[in-house]
Each structure stands twice: as C-alpha cells, then as structure tokens.
C-alpha cells in the first residue's frame, strides 16, 4: 500500500534514525540486517517464531475490559492488552525470541543484552537457555538495585549478570557496556537488544517483532465493536510503543498516545520524558531526541520506573512526533504510582511500573473524552518485579505501619 | 596536500614512524591537560590529538573513561578543546580533536571545523562517525580545510575499506584489534593486515591505534605503519596526580620506539 506509515523500513525515518556507531561494527550490524532481511521472508523462520509465540510465550495475548478501573478514567471504556501475561512477564520475549533465532542463523554461540528494568535481561536469559547460548546481562548497579528479584531470576536462568558501576549506573551506561562487549566479541556474539532504537536494523527490527501487539489488538478491538479512539502505551526506548501503535498507523480516528516518564514533573528536571524535554542528537547509535545539556553531554534521566529511565527515545517516534501522527505525554512518578495501585485495587491486576504510566495516561484521556470513548491500553508487563519497590512507595512494608 | 600529511611525510623521510599522542581534555583539571599537551611536544610527540570528555564514551575502556568522566565532573567545556588545540599548535605540533559526534553535532558540525580551524587544529578523529552516515561532517571539513580521519577495524570489508580511504584526509587511523581503548600485552597480527588492507585500497597514510603502551611495541607497529598513536599509556602515565614528568617519560620511551630505539 503507497502512502502507509506500517512497516517503515529505515535506517532513517524521516531525519531520525541511521547508524552512528564506531566502524569495528559495521560489518556486524551489516550480517545482521542482512540474516534478518533474509530470515523475515523465510518460512522456517517465520514458522519456527509463529510456534514459539503460541507454545512457549502463550500468544495471542488476550485483551481484557476493565470497567471498575474506567470508572476513574471518566466512564470511556477501557481495555488492556495483556501482554503482561505472556511467558516471562512482559513484551520483551517478543523481540528476544525474534533477536535469538537470528543469532542460530548467524551461528553465533553468545548473546549479550542490556536491561533496566530487568525485564529484558530476565526474557534475553529465558531465550538463552531454551536455545542453549551463553548469555551475560548488563544492568547498571543502581537498577540492579531497585530490580534485585530480576536479578536473581537471570541468574536462576543461567545468565551472567554484570553490574555496570560507571556514569549514572542505568540503563544508559549498561547499553554503553554492552557496545563495549560487543565490539571485542563480535565474531562469536550476538547483541539482543532490547528497545526500538539503536543503530539500524534495531529500531525496524525491533518494531517487526513487537507488532503483532497492535496486529492482534486490533483485530481484537474490530471483533469487539470496532477500532478504538485511542492506543496508549508507555514509552522508554519505545519497543512495545511501536509495536502497539504499527498496526493503526494508517487508522487515522485512532490517537497513539505514548506515556513517557516525567519523574519528578519535566520542570524540576529530574525526568525521563525525551520528547517532551531533549533535543535531536546521536546516542547509542542513532539520531533521536536526547536529553542533553547545551554541549551536548547526555543528561541524567530520572524515573522510579528502571524500564522507562532512559535519556534517549527510539528515532521511529521521534519521527511519528516530528510528523504529528502520535503523542507523548509525561507522566509523573506520583500519577503512575497512583494508577498502579488503582489498577491493583479495582481489578486485582498488579502492572509493570513502567505500564502503570500508560495506564496513568489512560485515566487523563478518559476523563477528557468521557463515557463515548474505548482507549486500548497496553499493559506491557507485570509488576511482580516492582513489589518491594511499590511496597515502599505505599509504605507498606511491615515495620512501615506507625 | 594538507598540513598534517606534509607534516607525516617529512617525518616518514626521517625514516621513522610519527608519534600521535592522544590526551582528554580537563583531565585531570583543564589547566594541567593544557600543560600536559605541551609537554608530550617537548617530550617528543610530533602529533597531538586532543579529546573533548563526553558523557558516553562507547569506544573507551577504563581508562580513558574515568579520566572523562573526572573531566566532566570538574566542569571541563568544549571550549576547552580548542584552547588545547591552541596550545599544542603553538608548541610545534599538528594538532587534531578526537571527538564523539554528539558534541560536534550539537555545537553544529560547521561551527566545529570553523573553531578547530581557527583554533589552529587541521583535522578531527570520529570514532562513532563513518563515511556513510559523516556526509554533512565531511561537507563542513571540506569548506574549512579540516582534515577527516576516519577509523579502519580488522572487520572492516574490502567495500568500505575503499570507502573509508576514500573519504579520509590526513590519514586513516587503523584499529590494531576489535575493543575499546586501553593497554594491551601485545599488537596483534591484525594491525599489520589493516594497515595493509588500508594501503591496499589507496592509502597514502596509516596510522595505528588501541592498545599500544610500549617502546617495544610502537616500534614493531613502525616497521609497518606511518604513525603510531598513544592515548591510555598517556593518560595513566599523566594520571589523577597531574604527574607531567611520568608523562614525559613515557612519551620519550614511545618517541624512542618510532625511532626503532625500543
Ligand atoms: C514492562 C516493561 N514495559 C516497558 C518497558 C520499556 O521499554 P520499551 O519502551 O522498549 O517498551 C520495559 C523495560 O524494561 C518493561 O520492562
């Protein structure tokens, strides 16, 4: 179809995008395009990964209406896309199951990832043992931290957990770490990375294996009386953004909203919120907004959310935000923590810190377009991670009672 | 024929190898790195390559990061790059900026090559930029006579190869071996087969890069390369001490061994 927005090749999307990335891994990044542009059209591949996403990860994920949670996001209707009941937890298999029977194509033995959160280490580690590679995680200290329980799960999985002590200790300095890596063992590792930015293929390929997100939604939504008025989904580096957006690309009566993390509020400066608050540049391989000072140093980012506290954002929604096809709106610490627990409390669903941004945008959108509106919201992941982190939050704890 | 290749060729009739020596700037406080620069041109650097302190330094190991990431955390500018650019022009040597392109970008690829230039410097190192994505950075050298140097890896193919001597001006900084910056046991068989490869494809001038920290080893990497560049042995010798006689003395023991007096 001419004209659609589904599917954009790259590397560049728009001004946005491209490969910035020391020569030492060209040619690996090359071999990789290349195996994917090639494994994408070939039905052992295809098939191999459409058996997985039935019997291993447990799709197609359902999509689950929830009306006492819509009662306080003005009376629109509400429905989640449970990717947060997929095998693992999260979105993040999606990709990672792409990413690692690309690496048995290449025939490479070792694959490296970073992780915030945890949640793409945790899936990395799982795609690892299932099909038997040597897997080391990168994660910075102060995540490794805030995530101990993921932690632990990849070391239960098999996977060697690096903490990364330099620069702010996040997600940033582990993706830093892992290009360290990479650029001495390519011969013998693969980069699963684990968001849609990077250098090219990442932020396309990435993309294509998050998309059955909105490729099964929106099937579903049509089954369910019709397309949504709105897609919200959160947004760190943006993996399952793009993936719940691709599919109603070319819907233009359906508004994608992507929830990025403000933190503290984007005015106090200690947020996440890179479109809201950054400036084109180049970070971790491609042109995208960072959150940059005047020289053009990265800035620190802030989010209770390890998944969403990331100074850059993939180049395909700077794009689609540069061209007015979607949103993104900052969500503060508070906003989504308060969203977390109602979501808890009135439907008994406990989500991902980082998905309770999306859910936080979802109340905001409600309450604006009121009882006419159906919002689809993509839980991304689960919260049993984010426990004793939310336990804190809430003062829960034992002992936290006066 | 640029000032930096006159520059390579007239040391190469010395029969040796040129010394390229690599510091960051603001390390480990702005005035002691301008110092430090100096002193590697008295202690015998014939080439000086300055580096901007950034935030993610992806092609750096240990080293040199902690020695950015003290720069960074004193207050160190982009500025200062070009006062150290001075500095090193002043003292006799070409002077070049090896710099991540996120810094050149946001100051505006052309500003850049106008400050380097004005500054005195003749060329800029981009070791997250290649020829294919480096068009705008490559147009803005051009018009102000900067000199582009791009990087050749042992992965580096027989196609880009010929892109990146195509587009290098100065001299093509070969890598001796996949990895980040920092010391090693020894080169590798691989420096040699690039720097080859390199000359292959048309390079007039070769200089090679990672890991070299010894006389011993820069004078084995001159028996095949035009240059041999220095930057972690410098850095650790240079140290959070500021200790320029330490560096001195390991610039001599490099400057010895491109003359084959290892
Ligand atoms: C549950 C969950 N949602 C969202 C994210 C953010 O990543 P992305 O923006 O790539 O979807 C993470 C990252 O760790 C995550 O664990």
Redesign the interface.
């Known amino acids: 179809m001419t004209g659609s927005l589904q599917q954009a090749p790259g590397p560049f999307f728009g001004e946005f995008g491209?490969?910035?990335?020391?020569?030492?891994?060209?040619?690996?990044l090359?071999e990789l395009t290349d195996a994917y542009e090639k494994a994408r059209i070939d039905p052992v591949y295809t098939d191999e990964l459409t058996r997985l996403a039935l019997e291993y990860t447990g799709r197609p994920s359902i999509v689950t209406e929830v009306p006492r949670f819509a009662r306080h996001a003005g009376g629109a209707r509400v429905w989640l896309k449970r990717e947060d009941l997929n095998h693992s937890g999260s979105h993040k298999i999606n990709n990672v199951l792409g990413q690692a029977l690309l690496t048995k194509r290449l025939g490479k033995q070792r694959v490296i990832a970073e992780t915030g959160a945890g949640q793409h280490g945790v899936a990395t580690a799982t795609a690892a043992a299932l099909m038997d590679l040597e897997c080391v995680i990168y994660m910075g200290e102060e995540d490794t931290e805030r995530q101990a329980l993921n932690v632990a799960r990849m070391r239960l999985l098999g996977a060697e957990v690096i903490p990364v002590a330099?620069?702010t200790r996040t997600l940033?300095d582990a993706i830093?770490e892992a290009?360290?890596d990479w650029?001495?063992?390519?011969?013998t590792t693969n980069y699963v990375f684990g968001t849609a930015a990077g250098p090219h293929p990442f932020p396309a390929m990435v993309r294509d294996f998050q998309r059955v997100i909105s490729v099964e939604a929106r099937e579903q939504m049509l089954e369910r009386g019709g397309l949504p008025d709105a897609v919200l989904a959160c947004v760190g580096g943006g993996s399952n953004a793009i993936g719940s957006f691709d599919a109603f690309l070319d819907d233009d009566s359906v508004r994608l909203i992507g929830c990025e993390a403000a933190g503290d509020g984007v005015d106090t400066g200690r947020h996440a919120a890179t479109l809201t608050g950054g400036r084109p540049?180049?970070?971790?391989?491609s042109r995208s907004y960072?959150l940059?000072d005047?020289?053009?140093?990265?800035q620190p980012s802030h989010s209770i959310s390890a998944g969403l506290d990331y100074p850059g954002v993939g180049p395909e929604h700077t794009w689609l935000h540069s061209i007015g096809r979607a949103e993104y709106w900052p969500v503060t610490d508070a906003e989504a923590m308060d969203a977390f627990r109602l979501l808890c409390r009135t439907e008994g669903i406990l989500p991902a810190i980082e998905s309770s941004h999306a859910l936080a945008g979802a109340i905001t959108l409600g309450k604006e377009l009121g009882p006419d509106a159906t919002l689809l919201v993509t839980l991304s992941g689960r919260g049993d991670k984010d426990v004793q982190q939310a336990a804190e939050w809430f003062d829960m704890l034992p002992g936290g009672d006066a | 024929m640029s000032a930096l290749e006159d520059r390579i060729d007239e040391i190469r009739a010395q029969g040796r190898a040129a010394l390229i020596g690599y510091l960051p700037v603001g390390y480990p406080d702005v005035d002691t790195s301008i110092a430090a620069v100096v002193a590697m041109v008295e202690a015998g650097v014939d080439i000086v390559e300055v580096g901007p302190p950034y935030s993610d330094p992806m092609m750096d190991g240990p080293v040199i990061q902690h020695a950015a990431a003290t720069a960074l955390e004193r207050g160190v500018r982009v500025d200062d790059t070009f006062r150290a650019v001075r500095a090193a022009a002043d003292a006799g040597a070409q002077a070049l900026v090896m710099s991540y392109c996120n810094l050149m970008l946001s100051r505006g690829y052309d500003r850049f090559a106008a400050d380097l230039r004005a500054a005195g410097g003749v060329g800029v190192i981009t070791p997250d930029l290649t020829p294919d994505t480096g068009q705008e950075w490559i147009d803005a050298a051009r018009a102000h006579e900067v000199d582009t140097i791009f990087l050749a890896a042992p992965s580096t193919t027989r196609e880009r190869m010929h892109l990146t001597v195509g587009a290098s001006r100065g001299f093509v900084y070969a890598t001796s071996l996949m990895g980040v910056t920092g010391e090693r046991a020894s080169v590798g068989d691989a420096a040699a087969q690039v720097v080859a490869a390199a000359r292959d494809a048309g390079a007039a001038r070769v200089c090679v890069g990672l890991g070299v920290s010894t006389g011993a080893q820069a004078a084995q990497v001159a028996t095949y390369a035009d240059g041999v560049i220095v930057g972690s042995a410098f850095v650790k010798a240079l140290g959070d001490g500021g200790d320029l006689a330490a560096l001195k003395a390991k610039v001599a023991e490099l400057a010895a061994g491109v003359r084959g007096d290892a």
């Open positions: 491209g490969r910035f990335v020391p020569e030492a891994l060209m040619a690996a090359d330099t620069g940033r830093n290009f360290r650029v001495a063992n390519v011969d540049g180049i970070l971790h391989g960072i940059q005047e020289e053009g140093q990265t």
